[in-house]
């Protein structure tokens, strides 16, 4: 996407946009949603209106090549270098973004207004690192009381698209398949938690219009006396985690701590940081020694063959 965005910023001959359709789009790793086509506008030298966009997804899918585009980027590692990088950052220290996205007949469209705002999608899209969390982002327009598109990267894309397209199939082979939009997703959020098999650190929940544990949740905690989030919160995430270990529930790891920790203070447990994890195995402990089985022996009495064995010797 960068080298698309960067390349895109030299173009100087009207009426030309950029199409990423569908043959080249995976679908949503939330919600298995399909993609739709995204459409790259340099707005200074291209317009693309209602009636542009309507033209243009009557020709959807293209199919006929009339060639291959070379496309240089030669610059965008030069700028990404750290000297040129600070240069380019104080050189539009002053400046907001100009771009825009919006959705126009089926179609995702990013106009960038200027070259420099196109190279700076570019640019921020090439710096983006998912090695520290799993993922990361960065927002394409400026804020207005919330944001219309980012760019997001995430180090286990294609497993989690895998996990939303089985999670989507399961919901909508239901004979009471959600049939907006909207409740179709919540329903393959939550069974995508059932197919990764971690749908038990939904810790917090709803029951109606009331905060409550998460159904498989509240199943697991159970094993440690603890019935509802007044009785977590009255335990604790550290004690709560140890009743579960003494229980020795199947498939209890750290993720189960955290999760109690997040739900307690409204967090997502990913977000827990590295000093407090430290801090709450610090409170925890080592768990205790197990005790060995002692296997006792079974006495077996000796089988009798009722077969003649013959045995030839030859010398």
């Not at 990088?85 to 919006?102: L, N």
């Not at 200027?114 to 927002?139: E, F, K, N």
């Not at 698209?161 to 919901?171: F, G």
């Not at 197919?195 to 939904?202: C, N, Q």
Request: aromatic fraction near 6%; charged fraction near 30%; proline fraction near 5%.
């Amino acid at each position: 996407m960068s080298r698309l965005l960067w390349g895109l910023s030299y173009q100087a001959r009207p009426g030309t946009v950029l199409v990423i359709d569908r043959e080249f789009l995976m679908p949503t790793p939330f919600d298995a949603d399909p993609a739709d086509p995204i459409v790259l506008v340099p707005e200074w030298c291209t317009r693309l209106d209602e009636r542009g966009a309507a033209q243009l997804k009557a020709q959807l899918p293209l199919r006929n090549s009339m060639g291959t585009v070379r496309w240089q980027t030669f610059g965008l590692e030069r700028t990404l270098e750290p000297r040129a990088y600070d240069q380019w950052c104080e050189g539009r220290r002053h400046r907001s973004g100009a771009g825009h996205i919006s959705r126009r007949r089926g179609l995702l469209v990013l106009t960038a207004r200027t070259p420099d705002d196109c190279r700076q999608w570019a640019l921020d899209a090439a710096r983006l690192d998912s090695a520290r969390y799993g993922t990361d982002h960065v927002y394409l327009d400026a804020w207005d009381q919330g944001h219309d598109g980012e760019i997001q990267i995430f180090r286990r894309f294609r497993p989690m698209v895998s996990v939303a397209e089985q999670a989507r199939a399961q919901v909508l082979s239901r004979d009471d398949a959600p049939s907006t939009p909207s409740s179709l997703r919540a329903a393959v959020w939550d069974e995508a938690e059932s197919v990764r098999g971690d749908a038990h650190l939904r810790i917090r929940g709803w029951s109606g219009n009331v905060p409550a544990l998460g159904a498989a949740a509240a199943e697991m905690l159970a094993r440690a006396d603890v019935h509802s989030l007044d009785d977590l919160a009255e335990v604790g995430a550290v004690e709560t985690y140890r009743r579960l270990r003494e229980a020795a529930v199947d498939g209890l790891n750290l993720e189960m701590l955290w999760a109690l920790e997040g739900a307690l203070t409204y967090r997502d447990r990913r977000w827990i940081s590295a000093e407090r994890r430290r801090e709450l195995i610090a409170e925890l402990g080592p768990a205790p020694a197990a005790v060995p089985v002692r296997r006792r022996r079974r006495y077996r009495a000796p089988v009798r063959s009722s077969h003649a064995v013959t045995v030839n010797t030859r010398h």
